[in-house]
């Protein structure tokens, strides 16, 4: 089946560095989906990406959806301590013609004050 | 995006016992969907909950352990049937297709269940 490959899987960055992460396919990919988990809580969308090369932004975020439709990237600019969670890729395949979801590993993501 | 509740929010269960699990949104949505979340790790879709007819499962759980229900369009139940302490994690709903929306994929996500069985 589909598989993810999110990476890094954790960054440590200092409050107001910018941190990058990103989720690479084999496949082809109709949405990328950029979650948060915070402890204790369900995921939480934060970007939603639906044509190749698409580029998004909410607030200090920023995702793009690869013109080859197997990769996106989430960018955080100007770190700040609620940012703490884990950050999770999902994706729905091209393939299959269904509305299920495939999601990355996650990344760690601590900021130091 | 829909306001999506989940009761019990936590529970810590008995090997053999079985412990159901609820999911009701705010607002008529198209799919429902059930997640496990095992500690430390992502999430894996457990069923498809069609309303009005049989869950659709995915390859590695069965209705006979996972049977779950959907009598309309704003509610769904997970059971998880005879735990098993290797059943402990975080049980999830989301859903998708709002009504009103057009037909983007955004799956939004209830906030867990965290399920410990002893």
């Known amino acids: 089946g589909q598989q993810l490959n999110q990476s890094p899987q954790s960054m440590f960055i200092q409050e107001g560095e910018d941190v990058s992460m990103n989720c690479t396919s084999s496949?082809?990919?109709?949405?990328w989906l950029w979650y948060k988990q915070d402890p204790g809580e369900g995921p939480v969308l934060l970007i939603a990406?639906?044509?190749?090369?698409e580029l998004t932004s909410n607030g200090r975020l920023t995702a793009q959806f690869g013109i080859t439709r197997k990769d996106s990237f989430l960018n955080i600019s100007a770190s700040i301590p609620s940012d703490v969670g884990i950050y999770f890729c999902?994706?729905?395949?091209?393939?299959?013609?269904?509305?299920?979801?495939?999601f990355g590993k996650g990344m760690k993501l601590t900021v130091n004050p | 995006s829909a306001v999506i509740s989940q009761k019990p929010s936590r529970d810590i269960c008995q090997r053999g016992t079985s412990l159901t699990i609820q999911c009701q949104v705010d607002?008529?949505?198209?799919?429902m969907f059930w997640y496990r979340q095992q500690p430390g790790q992502s999430l894996t879709l457990i069923a498809t909950?069609?309303?009005?007819?049989?869950?659709?499962?995915e390859s590695g759980f069965v209705i006979d352990k996972f049977p779950i229900s959907r009598p309309n369009l704003t509610f769904s139940t997970l059971t998880v049937s005879n735990m098993s302490p290797e059943d402990s994690s975080i049980y999830l709903c989301?859903?998708?297709?709002?009504?009103?929306?057009?037909?983007?994929?955004?799956?939004?996500f209830g906030p867990g269940t965290r399920l410990t069985v002893l």
């Open positions: 989301s859903v998708d297709g709002l009504a009103g929306r057009s037909s983007y994929n955004e799956q939004f």
């Open positions: 496949s082809i990919f109709n949405t």
């Open positions: 990406l639906y044509k190749a090369g």
């Open positions: 999902a994706g729905q395949p091209s393939q299959g013609g269904s509305e299920k979801l495939v």
């Open positions: 607002s008529q949505v198209t799919m």
């Open positions: 909950a069609n309303q009005g007819s049989e869950a659709t499962y």
